[in-house]
């Protein structure tokens, strides 16, 4: 059974850190397309960070913290991080890993498989 289950959020002050974490189950990880997006109250889910499984670039951010934030992929605990540094109140969301389906950060629902969120409180 496919399962990702995302961890590490909660309340932080403007310009601290967080490293969200995706555990996968059912799938490699290494072998897949991972994605987080987020989505604001009052807001669409927007994507954050893609790692693809192959190309000379195999990550792409997007949004407001696209400068800050890094997606990275532990192989051998099948586990997807995502680090925000410099967090900024607007960075306050649900968090969703994402895997599979069409591989992209551009459309909103177009991964296949998605955790249930972690939820990221910021304040200024």
């Known amino acids: 059974q496919v399962e990702l289950v995302e961890s590490g959020g909660g309340s932080v002050q403007a310009g601290g850190s967080l490293r969200l974490s995706c555990a996968v189950s059912g799938f490699s990880v290494s072998n897949n397309c991972m994605a987080w997006f987020r989505q604001a109250p009052g807001k669409e889910r927007e994507g954050v960070a893609i790692h693809y499984r192959t190309g000379r670039q195999r990550t792409y951010y997007t949004g407001s913290a696209a400068g800050r934030s890094t997606i990275s992929l532990d192989n051998a605990n099948n586990t997807v991080y995502l680090q925000i540094n410099d967090l900024r109140p607007d960075d306050t969301a649900m968090y969703y890993c994402?895997?599979?389906?069409?591989?992209?950060?551009?459309?909103?629902?177009?991964?296949?498989?998605w955790g249930k969120g972690t939820l990221v409180a910021v304040s200024a």
């Open positions: 994402a895997a599979g389906g069409r591989c992209t950060i551009a459309m909103n629902n177009a991964m296949e498989y």
